[in-house]
C-alpha cells in the first residue's frame, strides 16, 4: 500500500483539493468554483480526484483549510483542521524553503505572510473589503465588457497607466467611469486598475510589514501577470509565483496530515453521503448563540457556536439530529 495524504482548502470563490504522497509529490489536484455551497464543491472536487489518482495509493488522512474549513472538516473526518494562514506557510514552505513573504490575494479577501527561519514571525488579513481582490477584478472587467484572461494581457500593453483609487470599490467604480468618460483607453484603465490593486494592498494589508525575499505571490489574481509585474516594480525585487500556487493551502493542509500519528483511512464514497447543516438559536440564556449543526444521513456529526453546555442540551431538545 502507497501512503497518500488529502488536503482541501474550502474559499468563498474557490474549492482546492489535493493529494499528495510522502514525498509531498502531488498524485491529484482539483480547483472549482464553490458556488456558494461548499458540500457540494467539495463532493465535486473529490469525484475529480478520485478519478486521477492511481488506485495504488490509498489516502491515509484528510486535512482541510479556509472559511469553510471547520464544516468540511467535520463531514469528511478530518484529523486535521487549520487557518489558512499556518496552511499556507506550510504549503509554501514545502515547495520554497527559504521564503520569507508571503503574498496572497483571493476572491474575497487578501493576506500577508512574514516567516523568518520556516517559522511565521507575522501576519496580516483585510477580510473587511473586496476591494483589490479577486472578485473586484472581475467585477471591473464586466464593467469594461473584457474577458478575465484578456485583462493582463491588455493591461500589459499600456505604457501610461490611469491613477485610479482601489482603496474602496465605490470609489475605484467611479474614478473607472471618470477616466473612460475623458478618454483613456481601456488598456491604460487596466493597466491602472492592476496598479491600484498592488497600491492598496501595500498600503493596507502590507502597512507596516518588512517585505523581505524571496517574495512569493499567490491567489487567484497571482495569475495576472500585470498584477506580478506591479509588485515587483513597487517592491523592487523578483516576485515568485509558482504553477501551483493556487493549491498552497490545500498542500499545507495535506502536509500536516503526514504528522499525525494516527491514520484513518479516507474513503472517496463520502461522496455519496448526504450531508447538511442546520441552525439553532439557544435560547437558554442571553446570550442566544447561533449553533451550526452538521448532519451526516440526518445523523448529528458535528457542532460548534455554543457557549456552555446549554448549547448541546438545546441541540438535543431540539431533536436536530
Known sequence: MKKAYLGVDIGSISTKGIVINENNEILADSYLWTMGNPIHAVKSVLNEMSDKLDKSHVVVNAGTTGSARKLIGAALGARVVKNEITAHAIGTLSVIPDVRTIIEIGGQDSKIILINNGVVMDYAMNTLCAAGTGSFLSSQAKRLDLELNDFAELALTSANPAKIAARCTVFAESDLVHKAQIGYSKADIVAGLCRAIVLNYLNNVG???????????????????????????????????????????????????????????????????????????????????????????????????????????????????
Open 207 to 321: 502597512k507596516g510589514k518588512q517585505i523581505k525575499s524571496p517574495v512569493v505571490f499567490q491567489g487567484g489574481v497571482s495569475k495576472n501577470a500585470a498584477v506580478v509585474k506591479e509588485f515587483e516594480n513597487e517592491l523592487q525585487t523578483p516576485v515568485h509565483v509558482d504553477p501551483n500556487g493556487h493549491l498552497m493551502g490545500a498542500l499545507g493542509a495535506a502536509v500536516l496530515c503526514k504528522a499525525e500519528k494516527e491514520e484513518t483511512i479516507f474513503n472517496f464514497n463520502i461522496t455519496d453521503i448526504n450531508f447538511e447543516t442546520k441552525g439553532i438559536e439557544c435560547t437558554y440564556c442571553p446570550n442566544n448563540c447561533e449553533i451550526i449543526c452538521v448532519l451526516k444521513n440526518k445523523e448529528l456529526l458535528d457542532s460548534w457556536g455554543n457557549k456552555c453546555e446549554r448549547g448541546m442540551a438545546k441541540v438535543n431538545s431540539q431533536k436536530a439530529v
